[in-house]
């Protein structure tokens, strides 16, 4: 693991799937694309190991026989040493077993019905649950992906978890609605919604956050995304993290992205256990905007906790220097008057971005963090 | 009591057509395919709009891809920009960026109605974006002031509908739903009253329904109850029926009786029984009900059985039951 000065730097949700793991878990023979991706990248990171069989077998075209789980397992090294490579000192898996962050966590729960899909923008959808009971957890669930990765990591582990506003927020209300008394308008709306907010924290996220710090997990990032969807709601999402994360001793931190900060504010600090705001910054930063301004907010509340910035903006292939990089580390620490307090990420997750292209985006980070720190710790005269 | 109904936005793709659609974006089945599917979607949509008798019909607007593409992509003027949330909801718009004063295409929005609308233009209901929401959610590069342009987008929307009305089409939407989230004061609140009063010049002796949802109407009634149109409609879910004030002898008013965001279902009796109360209180014409937000917002299921509300309200209120 890389010793930790200032700007250590972190991943912060999933990435592109390789060709070959994709082949691979449906059971398809690869393809020359997909063996050639996999010799790469099995030549520059080495990451097989145990599973250098099924490696492979998978490049013998024996996908059937490798299966899908030995294949998810093997993108799951790929992953970590992917984002160890470039000298991350928390990583993940790439979020290797999951396709997406509502529909696995729902399955793992009682009380939902899966009702259709839903049009997002154009002819992309998404499939949305109605809550119709109280919820009831099922079994912990991401534990054994979990175990895998404290088993395989070498820079420290680090849990991503969709948090209960959002997934409240995702899914239709009709349990905690229908027990409203009269006309459904806004009040009643807004106390169903707190009520399945915290229900789902306490009765389906807090007992999968006990089983994951069992399992040796120490820092656990809680995804909420919905929370700019309905910014006089940010009490809801602060009532939820404290409810899930109640009693728990682990590192807590919360990713919010593509939401106006300010609007959330001053309810979001209320969030107590909350340890890090691992926030989007790099896609709203342009020379007609300073995108991380927001940050004095923060310094005029006098909140402390630390800052995981995003320094790339993920829906662009253009790959920041490493100048850029520290020049927003600068101007962040600058804003915040205490550069300790940050952690260095790219905005959310970079799946929207090919792995090359992601790649060259964290070496950049990377780089661009040791350019911040070498100029704060050797300051030109 | 006149009570009209009809559905205000766009319906939901089934799920065959959901999956067809993303075939098609995998290069799985033909475009020949897949409009095949619209075609036959779009039958069933009129047919349950017939079912539950509505006033007027829509065939659900299935192709539309968000409110502003069909005008951002014919009018001279606008390029389609960057994923926008649209409103408090987990779907998105591409937002229209404005580069010079629009200039209309004749005949452009009319190709792309649906074409199952074609054959009873009278019942349609063509459903355009209001000047305000318009004006209010495109990045304007053009040069124009705000209001000004809210304005211009009032006569060329006044132009779409005087053309529509010559072959036919007799009721028309606006979907303004920036007049409740962010109510318009001032010079804004007189350009969207000038915008409206352009449409209004071109109706012809046909309907013109602003409908509103996303936040409350009340702070919004000011510039509301100024527009010279033929309904406003407001959503229920967001406005609390027992605040709106009294009134006397107004235009019609429309009512969002169906809350999308949740799959629970409405009791037809608590709509009648809302509806009898506003009829004492604000006195309209007569009433649209429909769903407030859009439909889409449910998948199609879902829709289908929460949008009966509308023939079994009505019933209700026939029916003279009491809740």
Redesign the interface.
């Known amino acids: 693991m890389t010793a930790r000065g200032l700007f250590p730097a972190q991943e912060i949700g999933s990435l592109a799937k390789p060709r070959w793991q994709l082949l691979g878990q449906r059971g398809e023979p690869l393809d020359e694309q997909a063996r050639g991706e996999l010799r790469a990248a099995d030549a520059r990171l080495g990451f097989a190991g145990e599973l250098a069989p099924a490696r492979d077998a998978l490049l013998d075209g024996r996908s059937r026989e490798v299966g899908a789980e030995t294949v998810r397992d093997l993108a799951a090294l790929f992953f970590l040493r992917y984002l160890e490579a470039p000298g991350l000192h928390r990583v993940y898996d790439g979020e290797a077993r999951r396709i997406e962050m509502y529909e696995y966590p729902i399955r793992q729960m009682h009380g939902f019905e899966f009702?259709?899909?839903?049009?997002?923008?154009?002819?992309k959808?998404?499939l949305?649950a109605?809550v119709t009971e109280e919820v009831r957890l099922e079994r912990p669930y991401h534990v054994e992906e979990f175990e895998f990765v404290r088993t395989h990591a070498r820079a420290e582990p680090k849990l991503p978890i969709t948090g209960p506003y959002t997934l409240a927020?995702?899914s239709?209300?009709?349990h905690y609605?229908?027990r409203q008394r009269g006309?459904?308008?806004?009040?009643a709306?807004r106390a169903a919604q707190r009520e399945f907010v915290v229900d789902l924290a306490r009765r389906a996220i807090r007992p999968t956050l006990a089983a994951l710090i069992a399992a040796g997990c120490r820092v656990i990032q809680i995804d909420e995304p919905?929370a700019g969807?309905?910014p006089d709601e940010a009490d809801l999402v602060v009532e939820g993290f404290n409810a899930a994360t109640d009693g728990l001793d682990a590192e807590f931190t919360m990713h919010i992205c593509f939401s106006n900060y300010r609007d959330l504010l001053p309810a979001l600090l209320e969030a107590k256990r909350c340890r890090q705001w691992a926030w989007e910054f790099a896609n709203r930063d342009s020379p007609e905007h300073d995108g991380y301004e927001v940050l004095r907010v923060l310094r005029e509340y006098g909140d402390t906790r630390e800052i995981g910035l995003g320094v790339l903006d993920v829906h662009r292939d253009a790959v920041e220097t490493p100048e850029r990089v520290a020049e927003r580390i600068g101007r962040a620490a600058k804003y915040l008057g205490d550069p300790g307090r940050l952690w260095i990420n790219p905005d959310c997750g970079l799946r929207t971005r090919t792995l090359e292209v992601a790649r060259a985006k964290l070496e950049a980070m990377v780089q661009g963090a040791a350019l911040a720190r070498a100029a704060i710790e050797s300051p030109r005269r | 009591m006149r009570v009209r109904t009809g559905l205000t936005g766009p319906f939901p793709r089934s799920e065959t057509l959901v999956a067809a659609t993303r075939d098609l974006d995998r290069g799985r089945t033909t475009p020949e395919a897949v409009e095949a599917l619209y075609a036959a979607a779009e039958r069933e949509i009129l047919a349950l709009e017939e079912r539950l008798g509505l006033d007027t019909i829509t065939a659900g607007y299935l192709r539309w891809a968000d409110l502003f593409r069909p005008l951002a992509e014919t009018w001279e003027g606008f390029t389609v920009g960057p994923l926008t949330r649209w409103f408090e909801t987990n779907t998105f718009y591409r937002q229209p960026i404005l580069h010079a004063p629009p200039v209309r295409v004749p005949g452009a929005l009319a190709a792309r109605l649906p074409a199952a609308l074609r054959g009873d233009p009278a019942r349609a209901r063509v459903i355009l974006p209001g000047p305000y929401t318009f004006a209010g959610l495109l990045d304007n590069r053009s040069g124009e002031t705000e209001s000004a342009l809210v304005h211009r987008l009032g006569r060329l929307l006044g132009e779409e509908v005087r053309e529509l009305r010559g072959v036919g089409f007799a009721t028309f939407q606006f979907t303004d739903p920036w007049l409740v989230v962010r109510p318009p004061d001032g010079p804004r609140a007189e350009a969207v009253v000038a915008g409206y009063r352009a449409i209004q010049a071109a109706l012809d002796g046909g309907t013109s329904i602003v409908w509103t949802y996303g936040a409350d109407a009340i702070p919004a009634l000011g510039v509301l109850d100024r527009l010279p149109v033929s309904a406003v409609g407001v959503d229920l879910a967001d406005t609390d029926p027992e605040r709106i004030p009294e009134g006397r002898d107004g235009p019609s008013l429309g009512l969002g009786v169906i809350d999308p965001r949740t799959t629970l279902g409405e009791d037809p009796m608590e709509v009648a029984h809302l509806v009898r109360a506003l009829e004492k209180r604000r006195r309209p014409s007569s009433f649209w009900l429909g769903p407030g937000m859009p439909l889409d917002l449910l998948p199609y299921e879902p829709a289908t059985r929460k949008v009966q509300l509308l023939r079994s309200a009505r019933e209700a209120l026939d029916g003279g039951g009491s809740a």
């Not at chain 1, 009702?115 to 002819?123: A, I, L, P």
């Open positions: 009702q259709g899909h839903v049009r997002s923008f154009d002819s959808y998404y949305k109605a927020d995702w239709y209300n009709e609605l229908a006309w459904k308008g806004r009040t709306r919905a969807t309905h």
